[in-house]
């Protein structure tokens, strides 16, 4: 058996998320039945992360053994022929050590969260990002993001359905910025840890953006966390404004940097 490195881009919107499902497209089902076209398998694909129904990315990274060496580029190519016409792409693959792992060998994951401030509708980015008709202010959403970095219980900030032991993370950036795009003012908050819990990101962005809004003031987000109790945290932000933009590992198994914009 060969093992390989997969970097993954997709649109979330028509998947019920990463994870495989027996009544419902989801991106591992679309790459592992891409897969069989090109290996009798058993298939079952590793992610770096298991994003939730509507969550994009141009980062996430998966595992993948094959019964037969492939060279790298010839199994990107053969992947992104069968993988049409889902909007999923392999954009880099590699040949990795047989005890190499997508998610536990991963030291750092990243997303970005975007927010656009306008009153119409998002046309040509639909499902991409999340439309906030009121005015928000990034510098009271950044003294307040500010209260999170470091090691927590994010008890506040998880979904009551998230299965992890331990609700303590390290949050390495939670950075909010302000921009000017072709659809309007855009807020970005980008996020760094090691891992997530489930809904972590959203959860936080939900209450950021009750801070940015002036419901909340900056210092409040400090007390939710201190609260360590679901009640406390802010609505959360929708799944279509959240990307997955990159996986570290000691060792790049691409030979170059994660992408970003």
């Known amino acids: 058996m060969a093992r390989y490195a997969l970097r993954i881009e997709y649109l979330g ?3 019920a998320g990463w994870q495989r499902q027996a009544q419902h497209p989801s991106v591992q089902g679309a790459l592992e039945a891409a897969l069989l076209r090109l290996d009798p398998g058993p298939h079952n694909v590793a992610a770096a992360g298991r994003t939730d129904a509507g969550v994009h990315a141009w980062g996430q990274v998966a595992h993948c053994d094959m019964r037969r060496d492939w060279d790298p580029f010839r199994l990107s190519e053969a992947l992104n022929h069968h993988l049409r016409p889902h909007p999923v792409a392999v954009t880099a693959c590699a040949r990795v050590a047989d005890d190499w792992h997508a998610r536990f060998s991963a030291r750092e994951r990243g997303y970005l969260y975007r927010i656009v401030q306008r009153r119409a509708p998002l046309a040509l980015s639909a499902g991409r990002g999340w439309r906030v008709a009121r005015p928000l202010d990034p510098g009271a959403m950044a ?4 209260h999170l970095l470091g090691r927590h219980d994010f008890t506040t900030f998880r979904s009551a359905m998230c299965q992890a032991d331990n609700p303590v993370r390290t949050l390495d950036e939670l950075s909010v910025a302000q921009l ?4 309007g003012v855009e807020i970005h908050v980008r996020a760094r840890a090691r891992s997530f819990l489930h809904n ?9 953006e009750r801070v940015g809004a002036g419901a909340w003031p900056p210092r409040r987000m400090a007390e939710a966390l201190a ?9 959360v932000a929708p799944p279509d404004g959240l990307h997955f933009t990159h996986v570290v590992y000691a060792a790049d198994p691409f030979g170059s940097g994660p992408a970003e914009i």
């Open 13 to 15: 919107t028509p998947f």
């Open 180 to 183: 000017e795009g072709p659809e």
């Open 200 to 208: 972590q990101v959203r959860s936080m962005v939900g209450s950021l």
């Open 143 to 146: 003294e307040g993001a500010a």
């Open 227 to 235: 609260a360590r109790d679901r009640a406390a945290c802010g609505p």
